[in-house]
């Protein structure tokens, strides 16, 4: 045998590293890695490798990336117990890559472990009725999630160790990740890339001075640098440069050469977040990168290729999946120029192969940007934030094909955004009045159809401001009042068991429920009914007058109880029964005090069945 052909057999015998011996937990990522035997100029855009996976009830192709010189991987998850087995494929055929097989058992885990980490009953879905969620086992999960837009890079120091830092200049991710899980959080907004961000003394915002004023980017500051915020993490920026950008080769990263060492830091946050029980809902990348990416590189392939490697390289992962971050119309490509990108995407490698759900950050909603029935699987609104806004998602609930819909960008404790001016509807964070404010956003939303959670954000953390000049630091904003209320959502919601989910919104049914204020937080009442009459919950902004309760059943006793949404407590409204009249309508009691009321109203029978009421 010849050194050559020796050298060929050592590499096919090392292509593939298959999964350990004995078997593996249910929802639970596995890797295939596999090393490639011929040479790539440029394997992320000229290699693709996947697997044919089989198991109980599944079959289906689940593609892999390239992570790194001949390296490859394929990650995988089984969703019921059983025998899985694969074989591998690529293209083009390459002997390291293709024609490798191998097999797995999966089992369940035990209700303990499950009870150690919720993830482990499965990944996110709809519930049977479309508008709120549960996971793979029919818990329901509802959403409290933080928004930590720069997860993937140095803004959250990562730290091998597990050594707990105080909150300050020197606490890493794990400790953020600590502190939010012991406020009751499960849940973690990321967009994974910026090819178009760093602190490289070109300012932040940049526009190309051609005829079509291409954006070449428009990030947030790097505070005491006059420039865009350092995106990159410890294995380097995303993608490697020169960019293709004339004029900008050095701003503008060339999207068609990846860096995977940078994705690999992502990895290691995204797996510890799932090891914590946190759900990361992933971004693939911002608008603002969109015009020029489109203008200079090939549209839609590009794009297509790096949400396509998005998908596999966190499809096994227990997440959320979106392929454009679209906060704003302004500074972006139309959404419906998205559009032809996503639907390659999903007509190349098909849709997430483990069920994972598709969403995406989008002004005002998803529904509003790429219509009814389109490729969004769980709906959003933000960044149109105040209580005017909150109704869109009460049009979600009533669209032909519902989905489970939240609130993922509303007001943010603390607003002030220093690019444009500040904002002129919040108040300083950390205030009462902010924290009310943020009240407002998560039970306003929750009541207007946002039955699949809620998703608060703060000033400081969703910019990631750790520079010594920011006016105000990441940490100390990590330990606002207002985040610590966000567990009363899930209590309020919870207080009346699953049947949270079967909640119809209607602010209507609160009269009166609004002023002529529609930018603002203050005066204006949501409400939420089942379709048997039986349940009302309500919430009234602070400013609200003395109201009504309309269309309960007739001539009834309803056990009444106000909710303060500062402790999570309940106490009797009146003496704790209410009686509806011949037409349906109850007269509500003052409030408890001058601020914000939770109200919970379950019917306890025909007026005059024995129970005490004013």
């Not at 699987?377 to 998602?393: K, P, V």
């Not at 603002?520 to 309760?549: N, R």
Request: proline share 7%; net charge negative.
């Amino acid at each position: 045998m010849t050194i050559r052909r020796i050298i060929f057999v050592g590499l096919l015998m090392a292509a593939v590293q298959v999964l350990a011996a004995g078997p593996v937990h249910l929802w639970e990522k596995q890797e295939l890695t596999f090393t490639a035997v011929r040479t790539a100029a440029n394997p992320y855009t000229e290699t693709s490798v996947w697997v044919d996976l089989t198991g109980p009830n599944f079959k289906k192709r689940v593609y892999g990336f390239w992570d790194g010189e001949r390296t490859f991987k394929v990650r995988v998850a089984a969703t019921e117990p059983g025998v899985w087995k694969w074989q591998s494929g690529s293209n083009p055929p390459d002997d390291g890559l293709a024609g490798k097989s191998g097999s797995f058992e999966a089992v369940e885990w035990s209700e303990q472990e499950k009870q150690q980490n919720s993830l482990r009953r499965g990944f996110l879905r709809a519930t049977p009725n479309h508008h709120a969620l549960q996971q793979a086992d029919g818990t329901p999960f509802f959403v409290l999630g933080d928004t930590w837009w720069a997860t993937g890079t140095n803004c959250f120091r990562w730290y091998d160790d597990d050594e707990q830092r105080p909150l300050g200049p020197s606490a890493g991710f794990k400790d953020y990740v600590r502190f939010r899980k012991a406020q009751g959080f499960n849940l973690v907004g990321i967009i994974a890339a910026f090819p178009n961000w760093a602190s490289d003394g070109k300012p932040a915002h940049i526009v190309m001075d051609n005829p079509e004023r291409t954006v070449i980017r428009s990030a947030w500051l790097e505070f005491g640098a006059n420039s865009a915020k350092n995106m990159d993490n410890e294995g380097g920026r995303p993608f490697l440069y020169p960019g293709k950008v004339p004029g900008y080769e050095n701003v503008f990263a060339d999207v068609d050469r990846i860096n995977p060492k940078y994705f690999d830091y992502l990895d290691r946050k995204i797996d510890y977040l799932n090891e914590q029980g946190f759900v990361p809902f992933i971004e693939v990348s911002r608008r603002d990168a969109s015009q020029a990416w489109k203008k200079y590189y090939a549209w839609p392939d590009s794009y297509v290729r790096f949400v396509e490697y998005i998908f596999a390289r966190y499809q096994a992962n227990n997440v959320l999946l979106s392929p454009i971050h679209f906060d704003t119309a302004g500074e972006s490509i139309p959404a419906t120029e998205f559009m032809p990108a996503i639907e390659m995407a999903l007509r190349q490698h098909g849709p997430p192969p483990f069920g994972t759900l598709l969403t995406a950050n989008a002004a005002p909603s998803t529904l509003l940007n790429w219509g009814d029935g389109s490729w969004v699987t769980l709906h959003q609104i933000g960044n149109s934030r105040e209580h005017d806004f909150y109704w869109y998602l009460t049009q979600i609930f009533h669209a032909v094909y519902p989905l489970p819909a939240l609130n993922g960008e509303p007001y943010y404790s603390g607003y002030n955004d220093a690019r444009s001016g500040g904002y002129r509807y919040g108040a300083p964070g950390n205030t009462e009045k902010d924290v009310e404010f943020v009240r407002s956003g998560m039970y306003g939303s929750f009541l207007s159809g946002g039955l699949a959670g809620h998703i608060y954000g703060s000033e400081a953390i969703w910019g990631a401001d750790v520079q010594p000049a920011a006016p105000i630091k990441m940490w100390d904003a990590f330990q606002w009042s207002s985040a610590t209320q966000m567990r009363h959502l899930r209590a309020f919601a919870f207080s009346i068991g699953k049947r949270y989910q079967d909640l119809i919104p209607d602010a209507d049914w609160v009269s009166p429920s609004k002023t002529q204020t529609t930018r603002g937080y203050e005066g204006w009442a949501y409400a939420a009914h089942t379709a048997d009459q039986e349940i009302v919950l309500a919430y009234f902004e602070k400013g609200c007058p003395q109201s009504m309760v309309r269309a309960v059943k007739p001539s009834s006793a309803y056990r009444a109880e106000w909710f303060d949404p500062r402790t999570g407590k309940w106490s009797d409204a009146g003496n704790g029964f209410l009686q509806s009249n011949a037409i349906g309508v109850i007269s509500l009691p003052p409030f408890p005090g001058d601020i914000d009321w939770g109200l919970r109203l379950r019917y306890a029978g025909a007026a005059g069945d024995g129970h005490f009421v004013e």
